[in-house]
Each structure stands twice: as C-alpha cells, then as structure tokens.
C-alpha cells in the first residue's frame, strides 16, 4: 500500500530517481563485464541454454582438430601407460593409449592429453579421491564446521549405503564443531528467528588478509607475522545423513595443506602425499618435456600439493589465477573425472576473450610457462555427460561410487610448490 505520508508528487520524484540508479547500474556492469565474465556469463545461463558446439573437443576426430589453424597436434614419445603403468594397460575405444597431445596458438604454455586414462584407471582414482584422499591429516571445507571422524565421511556413507546402519543413526551423523555461534552475543541461539536475522545482517565481517597483505606474483605467501586465521564454526549448518553430506565436500587439500582465505599456503602443515599421484604427475611431466615450448625436467619434478575439487551439477569455479605457489616455473597438473564441463581459458587479464574448452573424463590438462598466469574457470557443468564405464554396472563394489558420479564431476590438481629440490631435505 503506498505511504499515504508522500504525495503522488514526491513518488514520481523516488520513482523516477530510482529508474535512473537501475538504469546507471546497468550501465555500469555493462561497461565493466569483461570478456572472461561475458564467457562466464554465456555457460552460467539456464535460458536459453548455452551452445556447447563452440567449445574446443579435443577429441574430435583428428582430421576435424587440425583443420583449426589454432590447434597444433603433438605426438608424444611413447603412449602414458608406458610412462607409468597407473594410466591404464587396457584399450577402450581409444581411451588410455593417447600418443597425441595438443597445444594451442592463443594459449602458450597449454599442454592438452586427451584420453589419458582407462577406464578401469578412472574408476581406480574416483575411489581414491572419496575414500582415501577426504580422509585426515587431508583438510576439507567441511572441517571449518564439522567434527570430521579421521577416517573421513566415506566408510559412513558406506555404513548407510550398504544397509549396515539406518541414515538417522547417531553413529553416523557428523556433529557440528559450534553449538553456539561466536556472533551469538553469548546467549546461545534460543532468540526468535526476527532476532537471529537482525544478528545476522549486522555481523561484521573481518577484514581479509588480501587487503592487507596484497597477493601478488612477488608476495606468493603471507608473511609469518600474519596471522594466517580460520573461519569461525557455525552452529547453523545443519545435520545431515552422509550420503548428503558427502555432496556438501567441495575440496580437500593434499601435501601442503591451503588457506583458503588468503589463498596461500600452510608451510609448516604437510601431510604425506599419495605416491601414486606422485608417479602419475611426474610421468606427464616427463611425456610431455619435449613436445612444449616451456620444458621442465621430470626428475626436478616433485609432486608437493594438491587440491580434489568436487562439483555437483550445478556448481561451477569462477575465474581465477594460481599464484599461491613458489615456483611457478613447475606445470601444473589437472585430471578430471565423472561429468564433462566447459573449462574456459583465458590470458593474464580477464580483458582476453577466453577460449571454451570441452573437458571430459579421463583428460589430462597441462599448465606450463606463460599459460601458469592466465585466468582460468569452470563455468559449467554439463549434465547428461557421464561415460557409460562410470556408471552402475555388474560390479556391485562401484554402484556407490557411480551413484555420486551421477551428478558429479571430480578434479585432481597437482602443483610443485617448491622450486627443485629446495623443498628436500
């Protein structure tokens, strides 16, 4: 109901005031979206839909790929599984004998190995990186809130899967670490929910270690008298049966554990890396040392942290630079499994139109030299796209595997952070 204390006068005055400051804030978004946040912006649309057909597939057949003067096959010296046996020793239509990676003229530095692992060796790193790699000393998101048994939420969702405990057993639900919130004023959380939300709205948020400590490709970790804090628990997040739960882990963090807020390093946190990516990392390093404008020595090639990301369906990874890393001379190791996405990538501003790249299971994406310092995102993921060797099949061991792949796509990435051999002891 209009306020009968302004005059029809002063409402079109508000209005028309208020039509301008639309009009000048669209203005200004228009003027400053950049050509990365336009690509964003194009994959992030449910309607219409995006089209998928001007993403680069670099498993086109291989007459199509080269007739795009941009694209430059290289022939590797020898197949993956002959560089490391954890690539995969079976043939699957192709996938886990690649003898060809790819480079691209708009992106220096970018080495691109489609259909780097078998099958059976992507359903080998899927159970690795739920069940093994989620497990303490590891950290993920859900550690700032949960009280996370070290062995991970995995064997629990397990316990639930396989009907040896009912989901709404206490044995397996993961208590929150808060039961009070720290903004809560001491009083616990018992005031009406009008209350709460005023609470909300007024906390204040503490200031970010990037505004004080800017970071840079000089300053690639904060210095040791910064704090390097943690985000305070909330008592609000709620209870969930694993199998839920499990959907809410977004990243766990191996070897050199990160700090998400100042997007930098724990140096003095290292939990032991897994010696299989350790072989898998170093041998793309080795395949592909002199196919690459940008080559770096395998044996120099320490496998020190690492990130698993997990997207739902309708998560995705805004753009974003790695400079967290001391040496950022070392490449950059991606495997992705589960879902296809679009993977957009783009140069050292977001000024740069990206290029869309189809990134599938089994692909193995290579960051060198120049390409370390571009601006990279994952804007989508695309439904429907799950390779039929990933989902439910005779095995009854994989079912609870496929089912989370069903709606999900995994990313492994690994990082020297250490220039050679400085990190050795």
Known sequence: MPDPLISNRQRKIMERQAERNREMAAAKRSDTRTPFREAELQYLSRHPPPDYSQALDFRKPHEELVEDPKVKPVHLQKPLNEFCPLFGSEDYQGVGKSRYAFLHEDHPGLIYIPAGFTPAAQRTLVKACLKDYSR???????????????????????????????????????????????????????????????????KKSKISIRTLVPITDDTPSVPDNVPKTDPEPSAHVPILPPGQLVRKMRWITLGYQYHWPSKTYH????????????????????????????????????????????????????GHVDRSELNKDAPLVSFSFGHSCIYLLGGSTREKPPTPVLLQSGDILVMTGPCRAAFHGVPRIIEGTLPAYLQKSQDPDWDIYAEYLAEARINLNIRQVYPPKKGET
């Open 136 to 202: 303490h000393p590891n950290k993920s998101n859900l550690d700032t809130h949960y009280t996370v048994p070290d062995s991970g939420l995995w064997d629990l969702h397990e316990d639930v899967f396989y009907d040896k405990r009912e989901a709404d057993d206490p044995a397996v639900l993961v208590p929150r670490k808060a039961t009070t919130d720290v903004h809560a004023g001491g009083y616990g959380s018992d005031d009406d929910d009008e209350e709460e939300e005023n609470n909300k709205k007024s």
């Open 267 to 318: 140096f003095d946190q290292n939990a032991p890396f897994p010696p299989e990516l350790c072989e898998l990392s170093k041998a793309v390093v080795e395949a592909i040392h002199e196919v690459g404008s940008y080559p770096y020595a395998s044996e120099d090639f320490v496998a020190e942290a690492g990130v698993v990301n997990y997207y739902q369906l309708k998560d995705r990874l805004m």
